[in-house]
C-alpha cells in the first residue's frame, strides 16, 4: 500500500490546517487509517484513527481541536486541525492497517509558529 500524505505547512499559533492521505489499495474500505506524529528528538506518537465504519479515536491533547475522517470512494483520509499550538509541530505520518499488514506514508511537516 502506497500513502501519499499533503497539506502540511508554516501555521500560526490558533491557525488551522488540513491533511490529506491518498492511499492506493482496493483494501481502503476495510482498513483502519491513521495519523500519527513526530516531534523533533521525540519518538513518533499516536494522534488519531477512523476504522473501516468510521469509528474514530484521538490522542488527549488534540482531542476537541482535531477531526479525522475519510472518504472511502477516494481511498484518502484527512485531519483537519483547528486550534494550532506549538507543541503540535512535528512531522505527520499517514498509517494504514489491514490484518497484519501496515503501511507508513512519508510525513508532511507542520509547523505552528507562536
Known amino acids: 500500500v502506497q500513502l501519499q500524505a499533503s497539506g502540511g505547512g508554516l501555521v500560526q499559533a490558533g491557525g488551522s490546517l488540513r491533511l490529506s492521505c491518498a492511499a492506493s489499495?482496493?483494501?481502503?474500505?476495510?482498513?483502519?487509517m491513521a495519523w500519527y506524529r513526530q516531534a523533533p528528538g521525540k519518538q513518533r506518537e499516536f494522534v488519531a484513527s477512523?476504522?473501516?465504519?468510521?469509528?474514530?479515536k484521538y490522542e488527549d491533547s488534540v482531542k476537541g481541536r482535531f477531526t479525522i475522517s475519510r472518504d472511502n470512494a477516494k481511498n484518502s483520509v484527512y485531519l483537519q486541525m483547528t486550534s494550532l499550538e506549538p507543541e503540535d509541530t512535528a512531522v505527520y505520518y499517514c498509517?494504514?492497517?489491514?490484518?497484519?499488514?501496515?503501511?507508513w506514508g512519508q510525513g508532511t511537516q507542520v509547523t505552528v509558529s507562536s
Open positions: 489499495t482496493n483494501i481502503f474500505t476495510l482498513s483502519i
Open positions: 498509517y494504514s492497517q489491514f490484518e497484519a499488514s501496515v503501511s
Open positions: 477512523i476504522t473501516s465504519t468510521h469509528f474514530a
